[in-house]
């Protein structure tokens, strides 16, 4: 952090939680991310969909009950992106810098 204005995120690192008690995933949620990052001019990261990603495409339910329609994917976490959209298959990075 430089100066005394508010702190510059230099990188952002999204994805859906993988492990037992993972909560849904909201695709949209990071579509809008990705957009974000590109209009402000920092990278973006999109690490995983998670076990539960969920939008209004190609979907299922996982279990009665639940409103939300997840998505079926092969990669338990949602971390192969050939199965992914391909405006989600986002991995930048930011530049190095030498202090």
């Not at 204005?5 to 695709?27: H, K, M, N, Q």
């Not at 690490?47 to 639940?66: A, E, H, M």
């Not at 409103?67 to 989600?88: Q, V």
Request: positive net charge; hydrophobic residues 35%; proline residues 6%.
């Amino acid at each position: 952090m430089t100066g005394f204005g508010a702190p510059t995120l230099r990188w952002i690192v999204v994805g859906g939680e993988s492990g037992g008690g993972a909560r849904p995933f909201d695709i949209d949620w990071l579509k809008k991310v990705i957009v974000r990052c590109e209009a402000a001019k920092v990278p973006c990261f999109a690490k995983q969909l998670g076990k539960k990603p969920y939008d209004g495409f190609v979907t299922i339910p996982r279990k009665s009950g639940d409103s939300k329609k997840y998505l079926k994917l092969k990669d338990k976490k949602g971390g192969n992106w050939d199965e992914w959209a391909e405006n989600l298959r986002v991995r930048q990075y930011p530049e190095r810098t030498t202090a």
